[in-house]
């Protein structure tokens, strides 16, 4: 397993101020050590990258997407240990663990196939003797930072575009889970990336983050992660004027009509909550049910989620790894105090499972009806396995309550009817959602939000545009 960093082409554990540990978070073991970069590494990085950037962007298409391709392959082959990866420093069950190289594993073909399909195209000018042409240039070099709860597909996401459209990529993976991204830069290595299109650096986030955004020469910044955050990262980006793709903070509704298929709303439920024990940025956290089904719901849930079983992820048939950190476990905690002090009724969970010899971090499946939007967990995301539930009397106060919050990731509609569900899902303000649907997430569709939880998307050719600059060219021709 390399623990070393991807600088200038080579691998290297230097750096200016020691070691990061990487700690499993079922069992607070110590897994590996990784280099602690501050800014003089980040400029050697950037360096290498511009320098790379030229040859790169010249590369043809078809080159850089048969690395794309093999990448692809490679994931899926190598998919078992890749996912022993990733549920050892991010926690996930191992099963969830190898969809999600799967799902890394298509962002590359997919990003290898619309490379291919971008053609320069004409425009017809009014302007006789003048052509118009359109073609796509690579934005230059682009720098990712990506967060813990997706460690490979979030990188993956964001490198295979970037690469494809013939940028060079710096990547900051987040300190809690950076041994998959280094096993996908050997991956990338192995499969023929050019070792200076990719440089994968850990440690000081400010220092690196402010290294490679203030200089003027990384032309895109992509960040998934918080909120606040992502406002830092913009204003530093409007310094140099970088081009930003923002994935932000969630806080999905999922909405279910009085008309709905109770057996699927309950399936789809626990499917989006539960992935990842809830800490992925679309799982649901506002459960608003029409107030005819709300109990019958709320007890078929119940049920069903206090079956999971609670485990660490590397166990056979785990459904709830642990969290990742006990300050994840704090906030699930002060969420669920505070809306059972407001009145909500505890159905089911509320506490954590006692492991033996492990940490205090595996929280139960929590059901909790009564919920109003005065709830901390109607305020923000939980980002743990807690279902909410409000009962709502008309599609309109669904959509109104769903649509009060300040962000706009994904939402989820249940209805017996595809001509009303779909009405009221294209009523929410969100960038992705599921239509008695639980996981809409697709490589090949795009994938962003707005308001609050940023622009721009990922995935597909949308994915894809967002490392390209458009350049047209008004051409009067001269040849005989
Ligand atoms: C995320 O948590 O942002 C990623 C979820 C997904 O791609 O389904």
Not at 24 to 43: F, H, N, Q, Y
Not at 384 to 406: Q, T, Y
Not at 452 to 465: C, D, P
């Amino acid at each position: 397993m390399e623990t070393r960093n991807l600088i200038a082409g080579r691998w290297t554990d230097i750096s200016s101020s020691g070691s990061l540990e990487v700690v499993d978070p079922a069992s607070d073991k110590v897994i590996a050590r990784v280099p602690m970069c501050g800014a003089s590494e980040a400029l050697s990085a950037l360096n290498s990258a511009y320098e790379f950037q030229p040859e790169w962007e010249a590369t043809p298409p078809a080159q850089r997407a048969a690395v794309l391709h093999a990448t692809a392959k490679l994931l899926v082959a190598r998919k078992d240990a890749l996912a022993r990866i990733i549920t050892q420093e991010c926690g996930k069950p191992l099963a969830e663990a190898a969809g999600e190289v799967q799902y890394s594993a298509e962002y590359f073909l997919c990003a290898a196939n619309e490379i291919q399909a971008l053609n320069e195209m004409e425009v017809a000018l009014d302007r006789p003797g003048v052509r118009g042409v359109v073609r796509h240039r690579a934005v230059g070099v682009c720098a990712a930072i990506t967060p813990w709860n997706f460690p490979l597909a979030m990188l993956a996401r964001k490198i295979a575009p970037a690469l494809a459209a013939g940028c060079t990529q710096l990547a900051k993976p987040a300190e809690e889970t950076p041994l998959s991204a280094f096993a996908l830069a050997e991956i990338l290595l192995e499969c023929g990336l050019p070792p200076q299109c990719l440089q994968v650096l850990t440690g000081d986030a400010k220092s690196i983050a402010t290294t490679w955004l203030m200089d003027g020469r990384v032309r895109k910044l992509s960040f998934t992660g918080s909120t606040e955050t992502g406002r830092l990262l913009l204003r530093q980006c409007a310094q140099e004027i970088v081009r930003c793709s923002m994935e932000l903070g969630g806080h999905a509704a999922f909405i279910i009509l009085a008309d709905a298929d109770l057996q699927l709303a309950v399936q789809g439920a626990l499917q989006a909550k539960f992935r990842n024990a809830g800490q992925t940025c679309i799982c649901p956290n506002r459960f608003l049910v029409h107030e005819n089904i709300a109990s019958e719901f709320t007890a078929r849930v119940a049920v069903a989620a206090a079956q999971l079983k609670i485990a660490p992820g590397m166990e056979a048939d785990s459904k709830i790894g642990p969290l990742i950190h006990d300050a994840a476990v704090e906030k699930v905690r002060a969420h669920v105090a505070d809306a059972l002090a407001r009145g909500g009724k505890l159905v089911c969970g509320g506490r954590t499972k006692e492991i033996p010899d492990r940490p205090d971090r595996f929280y139960e499946p929590t059901v909790i009806a009564n919920c109003d939007p005065s709830m901390l967990c109607f305020e923000e995301e939980t980002f743990g396995p807690v279902i909410p539930i409000m009962s709502v009397s008309s599609e309109r106060e669904a959509i109104e309550v769903a649509n009060s919050s300040p962000f706009g990731l994904a939402g989820y509609v249940f209805g017996g009817n595809d001509k009303t569900t779909l009405a009221v899902a294209q009523q929410l303000q969100c960038g992705v959602i599921g239509v008695n649907e639980a996981v809409p997430s697709n490589a090949r569709a795009p994938f962003g939000g707005v308001k609050w939880s940023g622009f721009g998307r990922e995935g597909g050719v949308w994915g894809l545009m967002e490392y390209v600059t458009t350049q047209y060219l008004a051409v009067r021709s001269l040849d005989k």
